[in-house]
């Protein structure tokens, strides 16, 4: 009878232990939920931030390219220095209006930069490669190498961003109830794409 006893007790024990740890799992679920979907934003931010980076850069060195081809010109006889000139001051404006995350929103931004971008590789490249002797130096052709290298990455460049953005994108949409505990600062406010400018 009291080995009866003592097994009733132990059983009890048992299953109010087990209650016990079963009221802690929804805590438990409920915590790893929103700490997963906190390391799930957080690498999308850091993914955007490094495919932003990688354009910035990309971008940094071609008109670096641009500045150098110039400089060369300067050296070699036969460039209008005045036209020389015209087109550095022209490359130091794209500098300035270089567009950033927040005025990729703006198309207008966006299209006139391209523009200029664009005019300047044509009208550079053009004229380096208008003297055969200039073009056929080894530094010179490396600069036109990395100037026309660079322009082609830009497509790819930016639709590697628009892939991480839209998953950013989706993954706000998807998780609006949580985003005060993600990140308290953060608007829910969705990322601007370069496929939205050419739709």
Known sequence: MKTKAIYIVLVTIAGLWSCRQGGN???????????????????????????????????????????????????????????????????????RIRYTQKSLANAFVIEEYDFASNSLVSEIVSLVESDPNFIAKEKVQKYVDKVIMADQRVPELRSDYDRIAIRFNEFLENNKRYLKEIDQDYSGEKKALFSSITE
């Open 25 to 95: 799992t929804t805590e438990k679920t409920s915590f790893t939920k929103v700490d997963s979907l906190t390391e799930t934003y957080l690498t999308l931010q850091d993914s955007l931030l490094h495919a932003w980076n990688m354009m910035a850069w990309d971008e940094k060195e071609k008109i670096k390219s641009l500045h150098n081809l110039i400089h060369l010109m300067h050296n070699e006889e036969g460039f209008d220095e005045d036209q020389l000139a015209t087109l550095e001051q022209r490359l130091e404006q794209l500098d």
